[in-house]
């Protein structure tokens, strides 16, 4: 089979199910704006599943915007470092149960089966090959270069987007629902200590999450901060980049060794994470901080593999300073000098860090507002995120907030502590892209309820146009064809 085949395939399939036709919302209008059931902030793999949802629940009038330019969206081509997705080959994601949209489908219809068969896990830069098909085949109305501003509600119940950019073509867009399909930073921040921030000038030091144009760091020492996968990915691109040098440095004792999404992915916890009460939810989130992501053991070897790797285990840095020009890292087993810091500490969570919720953010409630830990797993990180529905909705501290609240999804990694391994990670979208369409769907569907119960009452299509009695109808009104087959 050939991809444009398979194209036609997949536009089959959906014919089938009649996807993309009959839109069960009926459009809103108002004098300042064409207004979208939905606007989706971001174009990578959750907001194009989210759009491909939205769709299969015959609610077309949606929009996606995403910042980057088209095929950057996501961290994929950008600050994604690492040779291979982490997640295992064979999980579905945003396919959402049709397999020739599967990005299987899509590998083989060019490479065959035996080269799915041969592959370990998906090269990164493919699956954003596949990213793209699907966008393509699906026809999904994405806008790219248009950065959200700021979410501004409205009496209505409508949400003015401000908005800027090179593909924006007016400063304002207007949605019923805002869905922020913003990946793992759209909940936060990307995290540096202070005292790196405080002590060393910027031109030494960058986060994984950042460019970083490795061509000036040919021949240099270049030490990394953190032992998850994001640093042995770093460490990995580093070196074979020209790097002379790259050491790795854990505060840990022992280098993680324990994925707990693995165990996620096999026991239901991912599906059912919804179900549990928060006191597991919390419990379940706070074990997973404990392990959180290490690195695949392909990438561990990759790695370690090159002679100027090197990691120091048990070696929280306790000082950094400038010496002319230079990083000068102090730990408990000695001082280290360095050309060039890699950061790879992760984020912060906290709705106040987002400039588009500004004029809410203060009602949005959090896990510290519902659930009090007991001390032994009391986690400040954890309780400043969201607290969110099961569908993704943001909830609100106070009456006054509810208003300017309804209609907003937090469809990104703040979503965690809530809903689970879901927004942002490939293992729960085939999960979470459900549950986050119905509960958006289901806000529609109330939204308009008084509009939708008052047609249906009025409702008076007729089916057919006989009229009973027949104008012109036999005495005896028992067919002949019944008469002659009864038994005598």
């Known amino acids: 089979m050939s991809i444009e085949t398979l194209t036609k395939q997949v536009r089959t399939d959906l014919s089938y199910l009649s996807i993309g036709s009959n839109d069960r919302v009926d459009p809103s209008k108002q004098p300042t704006g064409h207004i979208y059931d939905a606007i989706i902030i971001g174009g990578g793999q959750s907001g194009l599943g989210t759009a491909f949802g939205l769709f299969r629940e015959k609610i077309s009038n949606i929009l996606v915007i995403d910042e980057n330019g088209e095929g950057l969206e996501g961290p994929w081509r950008t600050y994604a470092r690492m040779v291979t ?30 080269s799915w068969e041969a592959m370990d896990k998906i090269p990164r830069q493919e699956w954003m090959n596949y990213l793209q098909w699907y966008r393509e085949v699906l026809n999904l ?17 409508i949400h003015k987007l401000h908005i800027e950019g090179q593909g924006a073509h007016t400063s304002l867009l207007l949605a019923r629902k805002v869905i922020l399909a913003t990946g793992i930073q759209g909940g936060g921040e990307w995290h540096i200590p202070p005292m790196i921030t405080e002590n060393l000038p910027r031109h030494l030091y960058a986060h994984t999450s950042e460019p970083i144009d490795f061509s000036t760091l ?3 020492r270049v030490a990394i901060l953190g032992g998850g996968a994001s640093a042995f990915d770093n460490a990995h691109f580093a070196l074979s980049e020209g790097v002379a040098k790259a050491h790795v440095f854990i505060r840990r004792k022992e280098i993680p060794r324990i994925n707990p999404i693995r165990h996620m992915e096999a026991s239901g916890i991912i599906e059912r994470f919804h179900t549990l009460p928060d006191a597991d939810k919390y419990a379940v989130m706070s074990h997973f901080f404990k392990h959180n992501q290490p690195p695949t053991t392909d990438m561990f070897q990759r790695a370690s593999s090159w002679p100027g790797f090197d990691m120091h285990l048990g070696s929280p840095w306790l000082q950094v300073k400038n010496v002319n020009d230079q990083a000068v890292v102090t730990t408990p087993k000695g001082t280290f000098t360095f050309d060039f810091l890699i950061i790879s500490t992760g984020l912060v969570t906290d709705p106040s860090l987002r400039p588009e919720l500004r004029l809410v953010e203060k009602h949005i409630v959090r896990w510290s507002d519902r659930y009090h830990a007991p001390e032994n797993l009391a986690n400040p990180t954890i ?10 909705a943001f909830q609100s501290r106070d009456d006054k907030g509810k208003g300017r609240l309804h209609g907003m999804f937090a469809f990104n990694y703040s979503a965690l ?72």
């Open 85 to 114: 997705l982490r997640t295992p080959k064979h999980l579905t994601t945003i396919d959402l149960g049709i397999p020739s949209l599967t990005f299987r489908a899509w590998w083989e219809a060019q490479f065959g089966q035996e």
């Open 141 to 157: 109305p994405v806008i790219n270069k248009v950065k959200l501003k700021l979410v501004e509600p409205t009496e209505e119940g």
């Open 218 to 220: 040919k021949g240099k």
């Open 383 to 392: 309780d400043a995120h969201p607290y969110l529905s099961p569908g993704f």
């Open 417 to 488: 502590i809530s809903c689970g391994i879901s927004a942002s990670a490939l293992s729960g979208l085939k999960f979470s892209i459900p549950k986050l369409v119905a509960a958006v769907a289901e806000q529609l569907f109330t939204d308009n309820r008084t509009d939708i119960l008052t047609t249906f009452f009025d409702y008076d299509q007729v089916e057919f146009t006989e009229e009973w009695p027949r104008k012109e109808q036999r005495t005896d009104s028992t067919p002949q064809s019944f008469i002659h087959s009864i038994p005598s």
